[in-house]
């Protein structure tokens, strides 16, 4: 039920690199760069968010049975 670190971590990152504004394509550019954010906030919530989902799911599968 706690959530690990690297989920806090992760999400953390997020916030942090939307509101920085260093970005790898900056946002000026019309569609690029935008989708930089959209790749790396993608990334990361596969890389850290999505286990921990599915993880749940299944925890919660098993308190239904």
Not at 13 to 19: G, N
Not at 20 to 38: K, M, R, V
């Amino acid at each position: 039920r706690e959530l690990p670190k690297r989920v806090i971590i992760g999400c953390a990152v997020i916030v942090i690199y939307l509101a920085s504004p260093i970005d790898l394509i900056p946002d000026n550019i019309p569609i690029l760069g935008f989708l930089d954010d959209a790749f790396i906030i993608n990334g990361i919530i596969n890389l850290c968010v999505s286990k921990e989902l599915d993880k749940y799911r299944e925890w919660k599968a098993l308190q239904a049975e």
